[in-house]
């Protein structure tokens, strides 16, 4: 290459090209967000998300919760906002988050949750504010450690737009993903629990300390 076509190549880096314009993979990166879920009550009915490890139907509160994730956006060659002709760019991430989280008892059934989508399942239903004579016993109190992995080729959920978009399945719901992965993990002196749900080729799966069952991704009519 010659000395002209190098310093060329470099001040176009510098300046930045459009990244319509450009095909490969871009990475940006969000850290220490406020979790969106902070003091909203979620609930799970049995044998979804912590309810199979605690063996019954809960809701959780969490607090004081932040949350990070690496973004990765690959373009097509060709990819232009202005050439939809060209198929979309795959959007993927990897999301952390930790803080604290109090479980309460729901076998009582305070949220009637019979109905529960594909996605209520793996991040719950948000209920009202907890309240003594509503909700049942604390089960437990403590930190939790989230883990999230997401896939969407092709961009056919559209939950990402822009370069540096705080993107969530919580609050991007959808069966089309080609992969989910979604862990959380309690801890304390008392427990040491956690679940996973994954979400590829149409099947749920949905693992704990103790088992693995599995079962077809079906969205509500």
């Keep these: 290459m010659k000395k002209g076509l190098v310093f060329l ?18 990475v940006y990166k969000v850290k220490d967000a406020p979790y969106y879920m902070n003091d909203i009550v979620m609930c799970f009915d049995y044998p ?29 060659k060709g990819y ?25 008892d729901n076998s009582g059934g305070p949220v009637f949750m019979s ?6 399942k793996i991040v719950g239903v948000k209920a009202p504010a907890p309240s003594p004579s509503v909700w049942g016993e604390v089960l437990h109190v403590g930190p939790f450690q989230l883990e999230e992995v997401v896939q969407d080729d092709g961009n056919k959920v559209g939950c990402w737009s822009t370069m540096g978009d705080e993107l969530s399945f919580e609050r991007c719901w959808s069966d089309q993903y080609d992969y989910v992965m ?21 099947e749920r799966c949905i693992t704990d300390a103790a088992n693995e069952f599995c079962e077809p991704v079906q ?3």
């Excluded at 090209?17 to 490969?24: C, D, E, H, M, V």
């Excluded at 979804?48 to 809960?58: E, I, L, Q, T």
């Excluded at 050439?83 to 990897?94: E, H, K």
């Design 48 to 76: 979804y998300g912590p309810a199979k490890a605690f063996g019954k139907s809960v809701c959780l509160v969490i607090e004081n919760a932040t949350t990070s994730e690496t973004v990765r956006i690959k373009y097509p």
């Design 219 to 221: 969205t509500n009519p």
């Design 80 to 104: 232009s906002s202005a050439n939809p002709g060209v198929t979309p760019p795959d959007v993927g991430w990897n999301r952390v988050g930790h803080g604290q989280v109090t479980v309460f």
């Design 182 to 202: 979604y862990h959380w993990k309690l801890t304390g002196n008392s427990i040491n629990a956690f679940w996973k749900t994954t979400v590829k080729n149409g």
């Design 115 to 120: 109905a529960m989508s594909f996605a209520e």
């Design 9 to 26: 190549v470099a001040a176009l880096l510098v300046v930045g090209l459009p990244l319509s314009s450009l095909a490969g993979t871009e």
